[in-house]
């Protein structure tokens, strides 16, 4: 059975080109996962994401003779198959196209509540507030499942942008370099969107951990 580890993007598509099957399905098995996932931020149903995947490994396959390797092997099938989850999302009303919604756009929108500053006094414009330090914390906590549950509600409620980049960054685990070429996205676009998710996500966290001190 083929291992596609270690082995080198050029390798990889030569294998294909030839069709060797065994290839092919350590790839499907080694993506196919995190291809569904990333169809489901665009997508209502697992079917219809599942139909997505579907299109975009036959994209991928029927498309081996125009890769050029200006990209990864793995970026390029992810960008097959955001166009396509990104077309079917438009369809059911749940897609916004990332350059509709520049740096400068919510500027206004605060990363962190005011009110956790003094607005008045000597100490204006420091913490009222202090956020939670998660490294106080026990580990089982923080790992427990009902937290874990918090999170997951938290970034499933971010607007769709948001939830894509943090998603991709922080449970897909992608480097900044792969979510900008996959969705087409200036760094600092990337970066504000980040930024934005994970401070709604800690804000959530953070409020659930003071009302469970508190009861």
């Known amino acids: 059975m083929a291992d596609t580890g270690g082995r080198s993007d050029a390798e990889l598509v030569r294998a294909l080109r030839a069709g060797d099957e065994a290839t092919f399905r350590s790839l499907v098995r080694e993506l196919g996962p995190s291809l569904l996932r990333v169809a489901l931020l665009y997508?209502?149903?697992r079917a219809v994401a599942e139909e997505v995947v579907q299109e975009a490994w036959l994209g991928l396959l029927t498309g081996l003779d125009r890769f050029e390797g200006r990209s990864s092997l793995k970026t390029w099938l992810f960008r097959i198959l955001v166009n396509t989850a990104k077309t079917r999302g438009e369809r059911e009303g749940r897609s916004v196209p990332f350059a509709s919604l520049a740096p400068d756009t919510d500027a206004d929108e605060p990363?962190?509540?005011?009110?956790r500053f003094d607005a008045t006094g000597r100490w204006a414009g420091h913490?009222?507030?202090?956020?939670?330090?998660?490294?106080?914390?026990?580990?089982?906590?923080l790992l427990s499942a009902e937290t874990r549950a918090v999170v997951q509600q938290a970034i499933a409620e971010l607007p769709p942008n948001q939830r894509t980049v943090v998603s991709l960054r922080d449970i897909e685990g992608w480097s900044?370099?792969?979510?900008?070429?996959?969705?087409?996205?200036?760094?600092?676009?990337?970066?504000?969107?980040?930024?934005?998710g994970r401070s709604a996500v800690r804000r959530a966290l953070e409020k659930y951990m003071s009302e469970s001190e508190s009861s």
């Open 127 to 141: 913490w009222s507030s202090a956020p939670i330090r998660f490294d106080d914390l026990p580990e089982e906590r």
């Open 176 to 196: 900044s370099e792969e979510v900008r070429n996959v969705l087409d996205i200036s760094e600092t676009n990337q970066r504000v969107l980040l930024h934005r």
């Open 111 to 115: 990363a962190v509540d005011p009110e």
């Open 43 to 45: 997508v209502s149903s």
